[in-house]
C-alpha cells in the first residue's frame, strides 16, 4: 500500500492566505521526512475552496523543500491552460524536483471557474482533449511542431525545456467511466478516483479497470488507480471523529456550491464531485479514527482492490497542529501495518 | 547603487538542461549569500537562448532557496499569458517569497516566440494593454470582476490569492520610448533598460525619463532606473575580456537571430534589441576588466545618473565556477566602492 498526501489550500472566513500556504508547505515537508510516497496538489481558481491557482509554482517551492516524495497536480485542468505552456512549466518542475513529477490531468467541474475564465462547461471535453494533444506533443517533440487546432494554434513552436522523465513524466487521469478508465489502461497511465465516495462506489470503478486491463491483457497494477480519501488519525475515535467530521461536511459543502451552476444558467451538465451513493453516512466515506479504526478501513479498501491512498488532512475547517499531529500519529502507527 | 543579477538560463549545444538550471540557481543563492540587492529572471520560450519558459516557477524554488534578495521577472512576456493566470502566479509566488517580488512587464520582442504561439508581432502591443489592465484588475479587485476584451473574456473571475505587496508588487516596464518613460513616472512603475546599448543611448533614455519626472513635478529617484549591464570581473582585465567578450558576442547574436523574422515574413515590424550605435565597440557596452577597471566603468554610468545596475554574469558560454569567482571578487573588490 503506497500512502501519498492531498492538498488543497483552502482559505476559510478569517483565515490569512500567508499563513494557510505556510501551513500546508510545512505539512507537505513533514511528509517527506515521514516517508509518505507522493503529495498531490489541486488546482483550483477564484474562491475560498481552493488558493492553488498555480500548483506548478507552489509545488516549485516545495520540491526546493523535499527530496524523495513524488510531487503531483491533482489535477492540472487543462481546459484552464495553455497547453505549449503548460509543458513547459511541468517540464521545468520536472528539472527541479529531480524527476519526481507527476501530472495528473482532468477536465474540471467547478461551474464558477469555467465561467470566470469566460468558458463554457460544456466545451470542456473537446479542450481537454485537445490540450492534451498539444501537451503530449510539446513533452515529446524533437523538432518544432505547428498545430492549428479549434482552440490554440501554434507555428513551429518548440518547448522548452524537455521533461527529465522520458518521453514524459507520469500521467494520471481523474476518470471513472468505461472508457476514461481504458483509455488509462491502454496509455499506461494512472487513474486519480476522487473523494467524497463510497466504498462501494470505489470497488465499482476499481471492476471497471480491471475488466479494461483484462480486455486488454494487460498486467494488472493497482498501484496504478489513487485513490483521494479524508483521513483524521487521533488518540480516540471519538476524538477524530469530533474534529474531523465537521471540517470535511463544510469542505463537500463548499466544493458543491462553488460546482454548482447559478439556477439562471441554463443546459449546463453539471456532476457534484462528491455525490454519495443511497443511504451510506459521510463517515464511511473517510479514514478517521484511532490508529486501529484507521487500519480497518484501509484493510476494506485494500479488500476492494486499493493499493494507494492520498490523504486529505489538511481541511479548511482544521488546526495546522492538528494536521501535522495525525500526520505524525499515522505515520508512527498505521503505515507500518501495510508497508512489510 | 544598486545591484542585481540578470539571469536567461541559457542552453548551448552540448550541454544539459538540468545542469544549466542547477547553475544559475545556485549563482542566484550566491547573489543572496553576497549581499545582491535583487535577481532577474528573464521569460523566453522555444530556443537554446533562454529556457526561461515559467520564470515564475524557477523563481519559486529560488524562493526556498533565498533570504533577502529581491526577485524580479524580467520580464514577464503579457501577450503570451493569460493575465489573469499571470496574476494569480505572481501573487503566489509573493507570498513564497515574503514580498520580495518585483514584476518587470514587456511585450516581448522576439518574432520566433510569437510566431511559435501563433501571434502575430504587430499586435503585440494591442495585447500588452489590454493584458496589463487585466493584470491590474486582478491584482486589485476586492470583489469579483467581469472583463470582456479583444483578447480575453471573463465572468466574475476573483483571482486568488492578491499579492502581499499592496496594492500590488512593484511594476517594472521595459521602455525607452517618450510616453513609455512618461507612464513608468505617472504610475510610480520603475524603468528597465535593455543591455548591449551604448551609454550614449543609455543617456539619452536618463535624461528623457528626466525630463518626464520634471514635466510631471514629481520627485526624481533613478533608483527606479534599472540598467541591465554585460560583467565579468576577473583579477587582470586581459583575463577578463578574454574569458568573457566572445560569449557576449555569441549572446547578442543569437538574441539578434532568434528575434529577427524570417525573411519571408512581410509587414512586421522588427527591432532587434541589441543595436550599437554608431562605431563604439561592443566592450564598451559591458562592464569588464580587473576591479578597477569594473569601478571605472560604473563610475562611468553613475556619471550619467545610473544608481541600478542588474549584472549579466552568466551568458551561455561561460562556465558556471568562472560566474560564481566573478560574482564573488565583484562583491568583495568593487560593491563596497559603491556602497558607503
Given at each position: 500500500m503506497k500512502f501519498g498526501l492531498f492538498q488543497t489550500v483552502q482559505w476559510p472566513e478569517g483565515s490569512q492566505q500567508e499563513q494557510q500556504y505556510r501551513n500546508a508547505i510545512d505539512q507537505c515537508v513533514l511528509a517527506d521526512e515521514l516517508g509518505f510516497h507522493s503529495l498531490w496538489m489541486t488546482e483550483h481558481h477564484f474562491?475560498?475552496?481552493?488558493?492553488?491557482?498555480d500548483n506548478i509554482a507552489l509545488l516549485s517551492f516545495i520540491a526546493s523543500r523535499t527530496k524523495n516524495i513524488r510531487l503531483g497536480t491533482?489535477?492540472?485542468?487543462?481546459?484552464?491552460?495553455d497547453p505549449v505552456r503548460l509543458a513547459e512549466s511541468t517540464a521545468l518542475l520536472d528539472h527541479l524536483s529531480n524527476g519526481r513529477l507527476d501530472v495528473g490531468i482532468g477536465r474540471g467541474y467547478q461551474w464558477s471557474e469555467y465561467d470566470g475564465f469566460g468558458l463554457h462547461l460544456n466545451e470542456g471535453n473537446e479542450r481537454f482533449e485537445e490540450g492534451l494533444e498539444i501537451l503530449l506533443a510539446s513533452w515529446k517533440s524533437e523538432i518544432p511542431f505547428s498545430y492549428a487546432g479549434k482552440y490554440h494554434s501554434y507555428n513551429s513552436a518548440f518547448p522548452q525545456p524537455k521533461p527529465v522523465q522520458k518521453p514524459h513524466p507520469p500521467i494520471w487521469h481523474a476518470t471513472t467511466s468505461e472508457p476514461g478508465l481504458r483509455r488509462c489502461a491502454q496509455n499506461d497511465w494512472g487513474v486519480l478516483l476522487a473523494q467524497g465516495t463510497t466504498n462501494t462506489a470505489i470497488e465499482k470503478s476499481i471492476n471497471l479497470y480491471r475488466t479494461q486491463v483484462n480486455d486488454l491483457s494487460i498486467p494488472l497494477e493497482l498501484g496504478k488507480v489513487a485513490l483521494a480519501r479524508g483521513m483524521y488519525c487521533a488518540s480516540s475515535s471519538k476524538l477524530a471523529l469530533d474534529t474531523f467530521l465537521r471540517p470535511y461536511e463544510q469542505t463537500l459543502e463548499l466544493a458543491a456550491r462553488v460546482s454548482a451552476p447559478p439556477t439562471?444558467?441554463?443546459?449546463v451538465k453539471h456532476r457534484n464531485p462528491f455525490h454519495l451513493d443511497g443511504e451510506e453516512g459521510i463517515e464511511k466515506t473517510i479514514i478517521c479514527g484511532d490508529p486501529e479504526q484507521c487500519t480497518i478501513a484501509i484493510e476494506k479498501l485494500a479488500a476492494i482492490g486499493i493499493e494507494y491512498i492520498i490523504l486529505f488532512?489538511?481541511?479548511?475547517?482544521?488546526k495546522h497542529e492538528h494536521v501535522s499531529q495525525s500526520l505524525r500519529l499515522f505515520a508512527r502507527e498505521v503505515i507500518p501495518r501495510f508497508t512489510k
Amino acid at each position: 500500500m503506497k500512502f501519498g498526501l492531498f492538498q488543497t489550500v483552502q482559505w476559510p472566513e478569517g483565515s490569512q492566505q500567508e499563513q494557510q500556504y505556510r501551513n500546508a508547505i510545512d505539512q507537505c515537508v513533514l511528509a517527506d521526512e515521514l516517508g509518505f510516497h507522493s503529495l498531490w496538489m489541486t488546482e483550483h481558481h477564484f474562491t475560498r475552496h481552493a488558493i492553488t491557482s498555480d500548483n506548478i509554482a507552489l509545488l516549485s517551492f516545495i520540491a526546493s523543500r523535499t527530496k524523495n516524495i513524488r510531487l503531483g497536480t491533482a489535477v492540472s485542468v487543462l481546459p484552464f491552460h495553455d497547453p505549449v505552456r503548460l509543458a513547459e512549466s511541468t517540464a521545468l518542475l520536472d528539472h527541479l524536483s529531480n524527476g519526481r513529477l507527476d501530472v495528473g490531468i482532468g477536465r474540471g467541474y467547478q461551474w464558477s471557474e469555467y465561467d470566470g475564465f469566460g468558458l463554457h462547461l460544456n466545451e470542456g471535453n473537446e479542450r481537454f482533449e485537445e490540450g492534451l494533444e498539444i501537451l503530449l506533443a510539446s513533452w515529446k517533440s524533437e523538432i518544432p511542431f505547428s498545430y492549428a487546432g479549434k482552440y490554440h494554434s501554434y507555428n513551429s513552436a518548440f518547448p522548452q525545456p524537455k521533461p527529465v522523465q522520458k518521453p514524459h513524466p507520469p500521467i494520471w487521469h481523474a476518470t471513472t467511466s468505461e472508457p476514461g478508465l481504458r483509455r488509462c489502461a491502454q496509455n499506461d497511465w494512472g487513474v486519480l478516483l476522487a473523494q467524497g465516495t463510497t466504498n462501494t462506489a470505489i470497488e465499482k470503478s476499481i471492476n471497471l479497470y480491471r475488466t479494461q486491463v483484462n480486455d486488454l491483457s494487460i498486467p494488472l497494477e493497482l498501484g496504478k488507480v489513487a485513490l483521494a480519501r479524508g483521513m483524521y488519525c487521533a488518540s480516540s475515535s471519538k476524538l477524530a471523529l469530533d474534529t474531523f467530521l465537521r471540517p470535511y461536511e463544510q469542505t463537500l459543502e463548499l466544493a458543491a456550491r462553488v460546482s454548482a451552476p447559478p439556477t439562471s444558467a441554463i443546459g449546463v451538465k453539471h456532476r457534484n464531485p462528491f455525490h454519495l451513493d443511497g443511504e451510506e453516512g459521510i463517515e464511511k466515506t473517510i479514514i478517521c479514527g484511532d490508529p486501529e479504526q484507521c487500519t480497518i478501513a484501509i484493510e476494506k479498501l485494500a479488500a476492494i482492490g486499493i493499493e494507494y491512498i492520498i490523504l486529505f488532512v489538511n481541511l479548511g475547517g482544521m488546526k495546522h497542529e492538528h494536521v501535522s499531529q495525525s500526520l505524525r500519529l499515522f505515520a508512527r502507527e498505521v503505515i507500518p501495518r501495510f508497508t512489510k
